[in-house]
């Protein structure tokens, strides 16, 4: 039984990992449509809130948060630090062309899987810690 969840908690950590390589290439390849749509975005007169200029900021290791704020909004859904004109950017999202924006679906689900996995990995080292403390 501890084999079979070492193996568990070890493929909820080497899994993520792979996911997060994948995301690498799959942001190298749409490099240009991400700062297409980051271009478009600030051409509208849109801004971005506070958090979001920072990860708009960071390349690769910002894309996270960014394709969590196009994916949401583009399906009309709240997302932490609401901006201001959210129904504005909402439409002016779904009036772009699918080319430059569909892959940030694709790339939000697989960042929403990868921390699932890590959660798995994290509460299944904790509970590991406790068994083994007491």
């Not at 948060?65 to 004109?85: A, D, W």
């Amino acid at each position: 039984m501890t084999t079979l969840l070492s193996y568990i908690a070890v493929g909820c950590a080497i899994i993520p990992f792979f996911i997060t390589a994948t995301q690498f290439i799959i942001y190298s390849i749409n490099k240009g449509k991400y700062d297409t749509l980051l271009s478009l975005y600030f051409d509208n007169g849109f801004d971005l809130p506070p958090l979001y200029k920072f990860y708009g900021s960071m390349g690769f290791f910002g894309s996270f948060g960014m394709s969590y704020f196009f994916s949401r909004l583009k399906k009309g859904k709240k997302i932490i630090f609401q901006p201001k004109e959210q129904i504005a950017i909402s439409m002016f999202l779904k009036r772009i062309d699918e080319k430059i924006t569909k892959w940030l679906d694709i790339y939000y689900s697989l960042s929403l899987f990868a921390l699932f996995m890590y959660s798995i990995f994290v509460v299944m080292s904790l509970i590991k810690v406790v068994i083994m403390h007491f």
